[in-house]
């Protein structure tokens, strides 16, 4: 019984393409929409994750500033006061597996007749270790050649890439501010992060040979930075706590004045940019789904004036012997099929222009497979609740008037 309905449905919509293809056109246009807009706010949230994730697991970040100097209140790294002796501090709090000061001074670094405009980051050998990044080529500076201010440094993808091209950049010169550096690694590559930035563009070289040869007067012997590694998720904001109350023991601050440092807790900032984007893209998958219920009401549009026109011939049928229940089936069906089709067509554009998107938006659109079968789920529902009561209309009607009509 089914399998003749469905071929009935299907020569009904074929009778008639310009309009059942109009009238699947809100289908197709909010299924698509709301398919793009779940696979961009998809990706921007994996993005953010990696982007985050790709500093270290388990990682606060403490920076310098924040205070007030002289009535002038300065934002997070514009102070001076952050010393190798807080992070030394740091390191032997509870929860703590590891903290490495740095300090970061951009700089244009000249290899032969090349040059390069880079971030130079001044850092303990504990930085590769506390934001878990290995060296791919060569290796990294040790403890001795960090306390002695070696003239050594590690190197991202990009820079190497700009500075010497194909050749090998291990063993080779380069000069930050005039001073000599020997490159003897280069860091394994991490690509973009959230927000455009090149995370393989930048050097790092020992923060003892940073502070005396790289850094201004005003900033000599100071940090900027001090990445914390935790032990765990569940200790972050205990040593957050710890870290506020020694620093502000350690750098002298009275009771109400205010700190001249800042902690950022980076799983809570994913956290908080995962809440964000996923209710952006709830909102627009919201704005794309009116387009289904319009899509809906032009599907019982269309049926009742489908009703109207083939009333004789559902008059027949009920004289011939079809019961109420198969002619209301009968129309259920052409409804589903309709709203069906366009669903599918609508998946089919959501996902070709999700995958387009890539090349204009910067990062990788997420497509979830539930998204997809959600929007067949909703279709199917969309299909039969508003082809119900056209169906039920021509259930309904009387096969004497039918036939007289």
Not at 2 to 16: D, F, K, R, T
Not at 98 to 106: E, F, H, K, N, R
Not at 140 to 160: H, K, L, M, S, Y
Request: hydrophobic fraction near 50%; include cysteine.
């Amino acid at each position: 019984m089914i399998g003749p309905m469905l071929a009935e449905a299907w020569s009904a919509l074929v009778a008639n393409r310009l309009r059942s293809l109009l009238t699947m056109l809100g289908m197709i246009i909010g299924v698509s929409a709301v398919i793009l807009m779940l696979a961009i706010g998809g990706g921007v949230q994996k993005q953010v994750s990696d982007s985050i994730s790709g500093l270290g697991s388990n990682l606060l970040i403490v920076t310098a500033g924040g205070g007030r100097q002289g009535g002038v209140f300065g934002g997070a790294g514009t102070g001076a006061s952050l010393r190798i002796e807080d992070a030394e501090a740091i390191a032997a709090l509870a929860d703590v597996v590891a903290a490495s000061p740095s300090t970061a001074v951009p700089a244009q670094v000249v290899a032969g007749p090349t040059n390069w405009a880079t971030n130079v980051t001044g850092a303990t050998p504990s930085w590769f270790r506390v934001n878990e990044w290995p060296v791919d080529d060569g290796r990294a500076f040790n403890e001795r050649e960090e306390r002695a201010g070696a003239r050594v440094a590690v190197i991202g993808q990009t820079v190497g890439e700009k500075l010497f091209g194909a050749r090998a950049p291990t063993g080779e010169q380069l000069r930050i501010k005039g001073v000599s550096f020997t490159v003897i690694g280069v860091l394994e590559k991490r690509g973009q992060g959230f927000g455009g930035q090149d995370r393989d563009d930048q050097i790092v070289v020992p923060l003892t040979s940073a502070q005396r040869l790289l850094q201004a007067n005003a900033f000599r012997g100071t940090i900027r930075t001090v990445s914390v590694s935790v032990a765990s998720a569940q200790a972050l904001e205990p040593v957050t706590d710890d870290i506020v109350r020694l620093l502000r023991r350690l750098h002298n601050l009275r009771e109400g004045e205010q700190d001249d440092f800042q902690v950022a807790n980076l799983t809570a900032i994913t956290d908080t940019l995962s809440t964000a984007t996923t209710a952006v893209s709830l909102l627009l998958a919201a704005i794309g789904s009116i387009s289904l219920v319009v899509g809906g009401i032009g599907i019982m549009n269309i049926m009742l004036v489908s009703v109207t026109e083939r009333t004789r011939e559902i008059g027949i049928r009920m004289a011939i012997g079809a019961s109420r229940g198969a002619v209301r089936l009968q129309f259920l069906m052409e409804a589903l099929m309709l709203s069906l089709i366009g669903c599918g067509i609508g998946v089919l554009l959501g996902t070709s222009l999700a995958t387009l998107a890539d090349n204009f938006i910067g990062f990788e659109t997420e497509i979830a497979p539930a998204s997809v079968g959600i929007a067949f789920a909703v279709s199917a529902t969309i299909g039969i609740f508003f082809g119900w009561w056209p169906a039920t209309r021509a259930a309904r009607l009387s096969p004497i008037e039918a036939l007289r009509s």
